[in-house]
């Protein structure tokens, strides 16, 4: 079977770990690169823990460093969102020695896309900014891109407002950017990832199953410090994995980005009012009990 | 000669102080009514300066209404680093005997806009909340008011922030229904217009020196030292007093020129909330533009302001009530 | 003499056209690249421009680049009752005798940063859409720009609302992204660049100068020229040609420090660069800001540019 080109572009992260983890399991996927954005930590934490996480999960990738804030706040107001001050609640992992890749993220994504011949994925989980940044800075990316599954987002209720999502609220004007690209997407709204929970219980005796010793520990530790909180950016991997994992319906969405009570919402035409065309696959339901065979399945893998 | 029949809208504040003088003293206006208006500070404060107001200068049977506590949509922000904890910068005058009556600014100025047949002119020297209330309760009103003046908005740069003036910022969403209700005539009377009047503090002690040094005179004094050590404290050793000039150009058509504009009111900038955008105003190289419904102040006769202040003080000085 | 190596990202245009001139024939500046940029016209047009008005005057040894189509968050409009149908109309000009290079603008921008042993000064004067692009992709480079002096904005007025200029009217958020870059930016305003006009009378000093670059430049201000006659402005602005102005001789202007930030979500004044000259707003000032030109200085300044060329 011929793999598929992938990039994960993401801010790890302890879901975003895991997100990781499931797309380095899966013999399917040739992970042409990881890219690194801010979000749940400054970009340069986000970086090293995208080394140190590729080193421990041996993932040989090139590892590309991304954006340090919104694509509307360049350089004086970087985000740091808290996940643990390094990302991944001080969670120490082995230093990785691989340097980051010479190229910024959107030079990467750009360059990814002209080897993969159309074929390239992305599965962005984290803000949208890098993907904006290389869709402004080459127009004919558009037309290089197979698919985009993101997650962020959400059809109903939202978790940095009462009706934003936090990827899409940390930068909506990029997500406007990507949303309005044209490139086919899916969206892993939060409305659909808080019910992919695999309880903290399962995971420990899941993980009895990884036989590396670093890689089980990280895991109990990771887990113990999410609690039984979901772990979102798994399900925009998994849905790319095992597309019918998940039910989708095609919707016109749109991000609103001057709204200071919704900013950051995704609008989701669920019921045709606008009468403007799908530019979305967006997530409306998910099974569960597939997400966790795939969770264990993933254990065995390392 | 009659009397021009007029309501001050109001929210004192020192320079509303000496408006509302500039008023008392002229024999061509016929105060009618003054409307408080929660803005310089908050309701209370600006409800009893103008009670003790109307005291001291004898404005006897001038009725006073009950106006608006907040703003329509906006929340509420006050000028005391300007004024004053009390509006009146620590001045105390005389507590007044009468109070405010219960009816509101609104039916008040419909009341006395039918009483004046078509003449009735309103100074509004505060947020337009009042205003804003009475078009839209009374549609028929904007066509019963001759003229309103408005001390408020900028034709260019602005106080609280660069293009946005205290009275216009503090209730925008007021302000534009009023500049777009159909009042026949609107008298924008900016920043850039009262800034014309901006003068060191020595050169209004000497325009105030009319007042006297009887009990006038010492209110007087007390409010100038007080504006001169705000002014000081903003880094400014000049200071004008916007109110004054509106109740002054009200009685006196060659103080102040106009030009005529479509003028709207941004509400919903993060930058310009509040900002008085002149359409035919200063810079402004676009030809096609709504149609004219304010009156932009443009230029002030400054001597003329002067010797109209200084008049009126000393018209006042003998007649105030302690 | 060190020649100061600058960027030119245009839309020409008539304005930038002699921008342009100024550029080419001023021993101050040395023109590296430039780049284009939908605007005053779409981009196919303000590229082809571009290249006829370098190829009329022999230069041909320029990369010149074509950059954005279309702008971050709303749609182009072009300003062709100024600068006509094919955005620069007017004078006959040939068809150029060169093309462009195949990098994109933000690619020729980045391509000549990296390999300059100096810092580049850019002057863009359309939209800010390829220097915000520039901006946000290349922030390890912008410690190699010594400063960015553009076209656009201003602190009272406006060309394209009551409030707004058209550049930083057409693309907003592109000019916010350029105004937080923390790079050192001169921006020439309306407040300046209106008093940058050329007079009838200096027009024909112009043609009579009789090289190429005069009798082009006076054609165009034939052109041009008209437009503002129509609109009852003293002379011919070269709003434009004011970005170069101030890299060459910033003393040719008077000049404000202030903040400058975007109005995006106005009703009546988005596009605004608001201008912060007092203070009030608390904000670090990120600008300095053209509130007045020296005139005659200025035509003078692009009077002995225009002898310089062919």
Known sequence: MEKRPIIIDTDPGCDDFFAIMMAAAYEGFDIRAITTVAGNAVVDVTTRNALDIAKLLGIKTRIAKGAGSAMMHPFDEPAAFVHGLNGIGQVVLPRSEQKVDEMKAWDVIYDEACKADGQLELIPVGPLTNVAIALLKYPDLKDKIKRITIMGGSTTIGNCLPYSEANIFHDPYAAHLVFTSGIPLVMAGLDITLTALVPTDDIMKMSEDIKNKAVRDTVVQLAKIRGNEPFHDVVAVASVIKEDIAEYKDYNVEIEYKSPLTYGRTIVDTTFTTGKAPNCRVMTGYNVEAHKTMFADMMRKY | MHKIPVIIDTDPGIDDFFALAVAAASDKLDIRAITPVAGNQTYEKVCRNVENIRQLFRMDGVRIATGAKCPLVSAQRTAGNVHGEDGLGGVILPKAQQKAESTYAWDVIYEEAKRAQGRLQIAALGPLTNIAIAVLKYPDLPSMIDKLFVMGGTNGFGNVSPYAEFNIWADPHAADIVFCCGIKTVNMVGLNLTRQAILDIPEYRRVFSAAGDGPLGKIVTQLIDYLGTRAHGLGNTAMTLHDAIVTAAMSDDKLITYFPSYVRVECQSENAFGQTVVFAGNGNRVLEQGEPNVNVADTLDLERFKSTLSASLEKLKGRVAL | ?310
Request: proline content about 5%; overall charge negative.
């Open chain 3, 1 to 310: 003499m060190n020649k100061r190596p600058i960027i030119i990202d245009c839309d020409t245009g008539h304005d930038d056209a002699i921008a342009l001139l100024l550029a080419l024939g001023s021993p101050e500046v040395e023109l590296k690249a430039v780049t284009t940029t939908a605007g005053n016209n779409v981009v196919d047009k303000t590229f082809h421009n571009t290249l006829k008005v370098l190829s009329h005057i022999g230069v041909t040894d320029i990369p010149v680049a074509k950059g954005a189509e279309s702008f971050f968050f709303q749609p182009h409009k072009i300003a062709d009752h100024v600068h006509g149908d094919s955005g620069l109309d007017g004078p006959e000009l040939a068809e150029p005798s060169f093309g462009g290079v195949k990098l994109s603008a933000v690619e020729l921008i980045e391509k000549t940063v990296r390999e300059s042993a100096e810092k580049i000064t850019l002057c863009p004067m359309g939209p800010l859409t390829n220097i915000a692009t520039f901006v946000l992709s290349c922030p390890d480079l912008l410690p190699k720009i010594e400063r960015i002096s553009f076209m656009g904005g201003s602190a009272v007025g406006g060309n394209a609302s009551p409030v707004a200029e058209f550049n930083t009217w057409q693309d907003p958020e592109a000019a916010q992204i350029v105004l937080k870059s923390g790079v050192p930016i001169t921006m020439c305003s309306l407040d300046a660049t209106f008093d940058a006009y050329i007079t009838a009378e200096e027009k024909e000093r112009f043609r009579q100068i009789g090289n190429k670059a005069g009798i082009l430049t006076a054609e165009l201000l034939d052109f041009f020229g008209k437009f503002h006659a129509k609109v009852g402005n003293k002379g011919a602005p070269m709003h434009d040609a004011c970005a170069v102005a101030a890299v060459i001789n910033p003393a040719l202007f008077e000049m404000k420090r202030a903040n400058v930030s975007m109005d995006l979500n106005g009703t009546f004044t988005r596009g605004c660069t608001t201008t912060d000259i007092t203070g009030v707003t608390g904000r670090k000032q990120n600008c300095d800001v053209t509130f007045g030109v020296d005139r005659e200085a200025f035509v003078e300044l692009l009077y002995s540019a225009v002898k310089n060329l062919q």
